[in-house]
């Protein structure tokens, strides 16, 4: 089975713009998740998606928001871009029970400047 | 979430067994323990998860204290592959799901 994709693998924005990312699960799953790491607060749980909705959040704020499509293919989207927002963004893929193993992708690096 | 304790970093030499630790002193009876490593440059894969019993896969081996409130992850034999943060994480049927909380983590280097 190909493993989970992101796209694209580097972005640069401006403080301000919004952005896109984009995540493809493995193939038959429907679980889809989203997390940010930096150096500073390491890796951070953004959102989960299942079947099309959103089923967990964490804790950061409504300029962070993703969807899930009927494929499971899920994007998520970051409006107002602040400086603190650049990142590694890491979804996984899973079916989608509690204690079912995730499987990552290789991330989007984002630079906001 | 229960939560995990791991040292910052370890060193390892190639071709020699590695015995990372985790601490989880207020882990409840169904909470599941995970590891999952990140190489340089890439997503987090897991690596093995356990809930009472020692388990071993092609990877490695989870050994999991009597008490359930420390365990360690052994590498049988260290390669250059290796190299990587080692992350301890805990999870509960009852929790919610697709959210792993990650701690710091443990730094592993091999050196050759």
């Known amino acids: 089975k190909a493993g989970v994709t992101q796209t694209p693998r580097y972005l640069i924005k401006t403080r301000g713009q919004q952005v896109t990312l984009s995540c493809s699960p493995i193939?038959?799953?429907?679980?889809v998740s989203w997390y940010q790491q930096t150096p500073g607060q390491g890796l951070q749980f953004l959102f989960e998606?299942?079947?099309?909705?959103?089923?967990n959040k964490g804790n950061f704020p409504g300029r962070f928001s993703g969807r899930q499509f009927s494929n499971s293919r899920s994007e998520m989207n970051v409006s107002t871009l602040e400086l603190g927002d650049s990142a590694l963004y890491l979804c996984?893929?899973?079916?989608?029970?509690?204690?079912?193993?995730?499987?990552f992708g290789p991330g989007t690096r984002l630079l906001v400047l | 979430d229960a939560k995990t304790t791991q040292p910052n970093s370890m060193e390892s030499n190639e071709e020699e067994p590695v015995h990372l630790p985790c601490n989880h002193s207020?882990?409840?009876?169904?909470?599941?323990i995970h590891w999952y490593r990140q190489l340089p440059s890439q997503g987090p894969e897991y690596v093995i998860h356990?809930?009472?019993s020692n388990v071993n896969n092609r990877m490695a081996s989870l050994a999991i204290a009597e008490d359930r409130k420390s365990s360690t992850l052994i590498l049988h034999r260290a390669t250059l592959r290796d190299a990587a943060v080692y992350y301890c994480?805990?999870?509960?049927?009852?929790?919610?799901?697709?959210?792993?909380?990650f701690g710091k983590g443990t730094k592993l280097s091999v050196k050759p």
């Open positions: 356990g809930l009472t």
């Open positions: 193939s038959g799953h429907r679980s």
């Open positions: 994480i805990l999870s509960s049927p009852g929790g919610s799901q697709g959210n792993l909380i």
């Open positions: 996984a893929s899973s079916l989608g029970a509690v204690l079912e193993t995730q499987y």
């Open positions: 998606y299942f079947s099309e909705t959103q089923r």
């Open positions: 207020t882990i409840s009876g169904t909470d599941y």
